[in-house]
């Protein structure tokens, strides 16, 4: 019997420069996310000390995101969270490989290592038409 591939259920934006920041939609969600789907050098956010979504940066192979585009998906990061109707809120990021799952820990709860906080306004991209 083949093993069935789960992918998880995500918000995609498309930012500029072929960028896109993907936002798990539950707890599972958010582990298939940054535990399986994200690439080690993918950027990782998630609001800081509030439950929220975490959002996968990735781009073209071997980009290196400009501070806007890492700016654009924390502010997804934010959106996708507690704090969606607050001012500016901090959203950590680290590289995905710096995330890891606590044994017997609840979906969703993960921890993590060389942080970054950045602080944002909570927002998404307009759609593209």
Excluded at 10 to 22: C, F, I, Q, R, S
Aim: net charge positive.
């Amino acid at each position: 019997m083949k093993e069935k591939i789960i992918e998880p259920d995500v918000w995609k934006y498309t930012l500029p420069g072929g960028w896109e920041a993907l936002a798990g939609k539950t707890g599972a969600d958010n582990d298939l996310l940054s535990l399986k789907t994200a690439q080690a050098n993918d950027l990782w956010f998630h609001v800081h000390g509030l439950p929220g979504s975490h959002v996968i940066l990735r781009g073209p192979e071997g980009a290196v995101p400009d501070a806007a585009i890492v700016k654009q998906a924390a502010a997804v990061a934010a959106w996708h969270s507690k704090a969606r109707n607050a001012g500016i809120v901090p959203v950590s990021c680290t590289e995905a490989k710096n995330v890891s799952k606590p044994r017997g820990a609840k979906s969703g709860t993960v921890t993590i290592k060389r942080e970054k906080t950045i602080k944002v306004r909570p927002a998404v991209p307009e759609p593209c038409t």
